[in-house]
């Protein structure tokens, strides 16, 4: 591990699982893509590659964005929240986010817009 990652991995706060959330925002435009998970591997990848990669919790595996869906996600930056228990990745997302074909996660409006 590299001492950017060490020193990122030692200012993370896991879940129980080992896990932590990670917001993806698209780099350019701040818009919200989606959440998904990741542990000290997932981030370890992630930096490493510079190509978003997950842990899934239902398949118990981890996931490279767009490997095949072929919309991958291209990681501009990493952000540690300052209580070290989210990540923010902004990305330059090719095609859409979201498994359901939609362009992000968060297209169901509850309250306004």
């Not at 701040?30 to 998904?36: F, H």
């Not at 997950?54 to 996600?73: F, H, L």
């Not at 990681?75 to 330059?92: A, I, M, P, Q």
Request: proline letters at 2%; one cysteine or more.
């Amino acid at each position: 591990m590299s001492f950017l990652d060490q020193q990122i991995a030692d200012r993370l706060h896991r879940t129980a699982e080992g896990l932590v959330p990670a917001i993806v925002q698209q780099h350019d435009t701040g818009e919200v893509l989606m959440l998904a998970w990741m542990d000290d591997e997932a981030l370890h990848r992630t930096l490493t590659t510079g190509r978003a990669t997950y842990w899934s919790r239902s398949r118990q595996e981890y996931w490279v964005k767009g490997e095949t869906s072929g919309n991958p996600q291209h990681v501009v930056e990493v952000r540690l929240d300052c209580d070290g228990d989210t990540l923010l990745l902004k990305v330059d997302q090719e095609g859409v986010a979201c498994h359901t074909g939609d362009r992000t996660c968060f297209d169901q409006g509850l309250i306004g817009g």
